[in-house]
């Protein structure tokens, strides 16, 4: 009796699980289909499709060109070489691929006036008197290494008596007080070289160069 009792409890059990089974265990999802309308498709025309939006791409950047710098060029004027000293110069030029313009001048015509400190005792009193002239601001000048004035300070050489007068009174104005100018004179004449069309690198050459002949100006002339 008790065993026919048991069994139709379990029964009543399962039967009540089994007809409640959607509320027991969760719902499994359901995917709904997007339903396609045949009859809503249709071809765009020509007209239709030139007014949709367009996809603007960026126009591509242009690239610069590259900068081409021009070869540098400088033109020189350097004197006054007396005419045994071109030779020596000139060999010296032409180490450095420089073929100077040699205009040579008559003593007997050509007049230049030369402004200068006379001779030192020594080359190093020169060199010091240099440094002294350099602390007042006077950077043109060079020590003088031919025989006859040796050590003497050389502040340049002018064809205008003007200009020469102008700078000695300038440097007597800023304590040099023993300046003096004098007529320059070259009984076997002198020369003066025109270099013309200089690279950088012959320029940079020159200036190292222009230490061995002490006795010349080395200026920068504009190019003809």
């Known amino acids: 009796m008790k065993t026919t009792a048991w069994i139709l409890l379990f029964l009543n059990c399962g039967l009540l699980v089994y007809f409640n089974l959607d509320r027991i265990l969760p719902n499994a999802p359901t995917i709904q ?8 498709i249709s071809l765009l025309t020509e007209a239709q ?3 949709l939006p367009k996809i603007i791409k960026p126009a591509p950047q242009a690239v610069a060109a590259p900068i081409v710098t021009p070869p540098v060029s400088a033109c020189f004027e350097w004197g006054t ?6 030779s020596k110069v000139k060999i010296a030029l032409e180490k450095l691929s420089i073929e100077p313009i040699i205009n040579e001048h008559n003593a007997q015509t050509k007049k230049r006036f030369w402004v200068f400190v006379p001779p030192a005792k020594s080359a190093e009193a020169a060199q010091k008197l240099v440094g002294e002239y350099s602390t007042l601001g006077i950077d043109d000048m060079f020590i003088v290494q031919t025989p006859k004035w040796k050590n003497a300070i050389s502040f340049g050489l002018f064809e205008d ?15 040099i007080k023993n300046a003096q100018k004098s007529l320059w004179k070259q009984e076997k ?10 690279s950088s690198l012959q320029v940079s050459s020159l200036k190292n160069l222009e230490v061995d002949f002490p006795e010349a100006n080395l200026k920068k002339v504009a190019c003809k």
Do not use: M, R, Y
């Not at 289909?33 to 809503?40: M, T």
């Not at 070489?81 to 071109?86: K, M, N, Q, Y």
């Not at 200009?163 to 800023?174: D, H, M, P, V």
């Open 49 to 51: 499709i030139s007014k």
């Open 33 to 40: 289909w997007a339903e396609i309308s045949p009859e809503k």
């Open 81 to 86: 070489f007396s005419l045994a000293g071109v």
């Open 161 to 175: 008596e003007t200009l020469a007068q102008s700078l000695l009174s300038t440097l007597k104005a800023k304590g």
């Open 189 to 198: 004449g002198d020369a003066t070289l025109l270099l013309n069309q200089l």
